[in-house]
């Protein structure tokens, strides 16, 4: 069976995160990407360290597997001849910069849209192409002015961003399904269209719940270290080496806690009876708990808690996060080999899990512009 996106051509103007992410997606699942980057390269090429045994950096081998890269001067007539070319080849078209660039280049949505009315291109920003078109789409920045900082952190220190770019990560997300959605309604229509996605709105849409709050009472929600705003015990919680997260939804499981720390009348107490009186009483309720928990390891209490049926888990480093995926048989890394072997890459796997078209994966993060000089036709539909 094919792969599911083979016979599909993307032109990928994108660099940093979002953009990337998102071909790199379209690109497990069969895609032909081609990276077209400018004579220096993608950005985070030069953020090093770390790098991998072939000197290229992690941050950009992370979203940049399955490509083929080539480099274009869009300043010079040779190079804007180069990348027109193929983007007028290809099925979609990903770009991430700044409103009124590609306008600039004539490898903007209307024009290309009027010779391949099949075309779907995907518009990636910051801030959106009104207002904010000027602004610069960092992660950090967006972290910041969208309200993710204000409520990550605990309540006496200062707002904190997120471990991870993970406003990029949903905008890239994001972006593959604004693709696919105009892909399924161009096989109704035969006609493509514009998919515009940006940083800001991604992130405000996955506020969810902080978000839905503010807007019914008007009121901002406050930084609470890892407790939940609504649920309790629902946080980190100390244990006699180190923290152990405990995740009670419900009162059954709540009263299964008490039960496994030998303090059953918690279960009955009014104070903690049900969710809204353990919220309301949530600092007195983590003091009884840990003083119980502080007699053994996290380990421990997430092994007899897991047990009885209480979501709970020590708080794993990366490397043990790794780890655990694989106890578990999810297979979170992949090795990936060049077609000639020449090089090898490890990758953490595509989380998407399908039966009949499953992700594959051929081609180790590229070299800068180890393509270039390549003819760069519509891939075989076998895949």
Known sequence: MSDALAGLKVADFSRVLAGPFATMVLADFGADVIKI???SGDDTRSWV?????FGVGTYFSSVNRNKRSITCDLGTDEGLATATAIAMEADIVVENFRPGV???YGLDFDTLH???PELV???ITGFGSAGGATLPGYDLLVQAVGGLMSVTGSPDSEPSKVGVALV???TGQNAVIGILTALRALDETGVGQRVEVNLLSSLLSGLVNQASSTLVTGLAPQRMGNAHPSIAPYETLATADGPLAVAVGNDK???ALTRVL????LGTDPRFADNSSRVAHRDELKALLEGRLCTRSAAEWADRLTTEGVPAGKVNSVVEALGLAEALGLEPVVEIADPDDSRTSQQVSNPIRLSGTPARYRRVPPLLGEHSGATFGHPPTDG
């Open 37 to 39: 980057e400018r004579p």
């Open 49 to 53: 360290p770390p790098v991998d045994e």
């Open 102 to 104: 590609m306008e600039r």
């Open 114 to 116: 009027a010779s391949r």
């Open 121 to 123: 291109y995907c518009s």
């Open 168 to 170: 990029d990560v949903v």
């Open 253 to 255: 499981q709540f009263r």
């Open 262 to 265: 030998s303090v059953p009348e």
